[in-house]
Structures are given as structure tokens and as C-alpha cells.
């Protein structure tokens, strides 16, 4: 037996050669169960998820919702026509809607907006005419249909076909913005509903193209 740098040793002869590799204690070497997760790496975004309710209320999918700005109302929107309006505020047990509404018969809602002030928000729906409701769900107003059978879409006064989405300006009170099939984005004056600027994409080869889709940043 010997000690040697502080080292007990009976009976064995240590060689340390260069080229041997050392093992670290790693993840693969852990036994037992797996140490508990922090919240923090559970949820990086500190997301609250630890509960939720089931907002149960169409009858098909919805396709569309917004949130207020003070955060005390939603409104949904589905491909069963209608939309509904919930109030966390009032809200019951039962989390029903305190009311819901059709905007065009027989069109699903494709898009909803809340004005920036939260007193009324906009519908858009397969229809050509979008519409204005107030924060009630009463409806205020409804944008002007065009002239199908005029070939210069800037020329006529609304959309002439189908509406595929929209949204309320995120300032500005009077502004909204709406896309169609008919090839045409329109920016309106939602205090008279009448329209401002009409915006026409085009690609290189000509024709009509189907706008789908048009946001604010």
C-alpha cells in the first residue's frame, strides 16, 4: 500500500497514457428518474395555458375571431353564417354568447375586425358587401355593391364579387381595407361607406387575379 498525491492505493499500478480518453459525466449516464422541469423551461413565452374553457358555440368551423382591444369581448366568426359576440365580463357558467348574428344569409363570415376604439368592428363575408355592426352587434351599415358589368374594376364603386378578407385600419376610426375575387383591394371611408382608393395587383401576363388575403402592418 502507498499514498501518492494524496491518493490512496493498494496494490494497483496506475499508467496514464495520452491518448486515453477521459469520461465526463453526461445525460447518457444519468440514472434514475429525469430531474423536474422549471416552469420557465416548460413555458418559455409565459404563455398562460394551465387552464381553458371551450368556447361552444357554431354549429360548423370557425373560421374567424377577434378580440377587442380592452380585451372584454371576442367575436367569432363560421362557415355556418353566423356570428357570435361573447363578453368575458357578463359572461355566465355556462359561456354562452350573448348574441349572435347573420350578416348575409347564406355566406360564411371570413373575416372580423374591431375598430381601434372597440365600439363596432367589421364583417366580411362571401358576399360582395361587407358590413358594419356596432359593439351590440346592431348593424350600422354596408359597403357598396359595383357594377358587375363594368370591365374596369377601379371604375366601379365596391366589389363585384365575392370578398375573401379584411380589416378595420389599427388607428384610424374611418379607414378599412377589404380584398374580392374580382381582382381588387378597396380602402374605405367607413363613416359615409363609401369607398376611397382602389387597388388593382397585377402579374406580367394579363387578367384578373383573386386577391385572397390583405392585412395592415
Not at 361552444?56 to 371576442?74: C, F, Y
Not at 350578416?103 to 381601434?116: D, F, I, R, Y
Request: glycine share 10%.
Amino acid at each position: 500500500d502507498e499514498i501518492s498525491n494524496g491518493v490512496a492505493r493498494k496494490g494497483i499500478e496506475v499508467v496514464e497514457d495520452e491518448n486515453t480518453e477521459v469520461a465526463t459525466a453526461g445525460d447518457d449516464d444519468f440514472i434514475g428518474p429525469p430531474l423536474p422541469v422549471s416552469d420557465d423551461e416548460k413555458d418559455a413565452w409565459n404563455l398562460p395555458v394551465s387552464s381553458e374553457v371551450e368556447l361552444d358555440a357554431h354549429g360548423k368551423a370557425v373560421i374567424s375571431l377577434d378580440v377587442d382591444h380592452s380585451g372584454s369581448r371576442v367575436i367569432t366568426g363560421s362557415t355556418d353564417y353566423t356570428v357570435k359576440i361573447f363578453d368575458f365580463n357578463g359572461m355566465k357558467s355556462d359561456f354562452k354568447s350573448f348574441r349572435t348574428i347573420e350578416p348575409s344569409e347564406g355566406h360564411p363570415v371570413l373575416s372580423l375586425s374591431w375598430s381601434p376604439t372597440g365600439d363596432a368592428f367589421l364583417v366580411v363575408t362571401g358576399s360582395a358587401q361587407p358590413k358594419i355592426f356596432n359593439r351590440d352587434g346592431h348593424e350600422e351599415g354596408e359597403f357598396v355593391r359595383g357594377d358587375m358589368y363594368i370591365r374596369d374594376m377601379k371604375n366601379t364603386k365596391g366589389h363585384v364579387t365575392s370578398c375573401t378578407g379584411g380589416q378595420w385600419h389599427p388607428s384610424e376610426k374611418g379607414c378599412a381595407i377589404t380584398s374580392s375575387a374580382d381582382g381588387t383591394i378597396r380602402v374605405w371611408d367607413t363613416w359615409n361607406m363609401t369607398q376611397n382608393t382602389v387597388i388593382k395587383p397585377t402579374l406580367k401576363k394579363p387578367g384578373r387575379i383573386s386577391v385572397t388575403a390583405v392585412t395592415y402592418n
